[in-house]
């Protein structure tokens, strides 16, 4: 669905260069999504902006910074099927890769499909016991990349996360006065106040996320978003 989001919010745009912008701002996302290992997103992302009733946008594409034109053809890179879609096994691979991570669910779905069918679940009446070891062993290599937990604040050396923050005050001796805290700690007090300010407005930013879910509209009708395309650009037929 992340797909059809990405490319319904691209056609639905009927001004050229905000469009440009829009796009230019998913790649930013994928990229994003990427840098925090979430591949599964990503690979949605970029399969959207991949998508012909996207692709076939020339105009606004034209206007798409070339910076982030390479920055796609990046990311593309690591969808290449071919090889058994190598490039992405390989970096799943990388030691710098450390949990926690987020597969690309169709990928993991297609190796467990490929080990189910592949083997037969029993061998002269007997149970296929190494078919059930390689199932396990993929279920484990999925599970182990979910092993640490997924924690956003610190991801780009970010601020201290919520936690630390409000463990922060329970070490404050109980003794000190408060002529006392403010004269000695008006660094640390103004550092509370900067965190609590950021906890608000990612708390807001929450809210404001999810009632923008809750009203979103996403196209997966592939006739309806050839039409919106065609009258954000029009041009030659598509053939789906």
Same mark, same amino acid.
Not at 79 to 82: G, H, K
Not at 185 to 191: P, Y
């Given at each position: 669905q992340e797909m059809y989001w990405t490319i319904t919010e691209i056609i639905r745009e009927t001004n050229l260069m905000q469009r440009s912008k829009i796009i230019k701002h998913f790649i930013k996302i994928a990229k994003c999504c990427k840098d %925090?290992?979430?591949?599964?997103? %990503?690979?949605? #992302?970029?399969?959207?902006?991949?998508?012909?009733? !996207? =692709?076939? $946008? =020339?105009?606004?594409? /034209?206007r798409v910074p070339d910076k982030y034109k390479k920055i796609f053809e990046e990311l593309k890179l690591l $969808?290449? #099927? *071919?090889r058994n879609m190598s490039v992405y096994r390989n970096l799943l691979r990388n030691d710098l890769i450390a949990p926690p #991570?987020? @597969? %690309?669910?169709? !990928?993991?779905? +297609?190796? $467990?499909t490929f080990i189910h069918l592949g083997n037969q679940t029993q061998d002269n009446n007997l149970i296929n016991f190494e078919k059930l070891r390689m199932i396990s062993k993929e279920i484990r290599y999925i599970v182990n990349m979910s092993s640490s937990p997924?924690? #956003? *604040?610190? %991801?780009?050396?970010? @601020?201290?996360s919520h936690s630390q923050i409000f463990a922060g005050f329970g070490h404050q001796p109980t003794t000190d006065s408060f002529a006392t805290i403010r004269k000695h =700690?008006?660094?640390?007090? $103004?550092?509370i106040v900067a965190n609590a300010k950021r906890i608000y407005d990612e708390a807001l930013m929450v809210k404001k996320v999810k009632t923008y879910l809750n009203n979103a509209e996403i196209i997966e009708d592939e006739d309806r978003l050839f039409e919106l395309a065609n009258q954000c /650009?029009?041009? +030659? /037929?598509?053939?789906f």
């Open positions: %925090m290992k979430n591949f599964n997103s %990503m690979f949605a #992302i970029i399969s959207g902006l991949d998508h012909k009733t !996207v =692709q076939r $946008l =020339q105009a606004t594409w /034209e $969808l290449d #099927i *071919s #991570i987020i @597969p %690309m669910f169709p !990928v993991c779905m +297609k190796d $467990l997924y924690d #956003i *604040s610190n %991801m780009f050396d970010s @601020p201290t =700690q008006t660094g640390m007090r $103004l550092s /650009e029009p041009g +030659k /037929e598509i053939k």
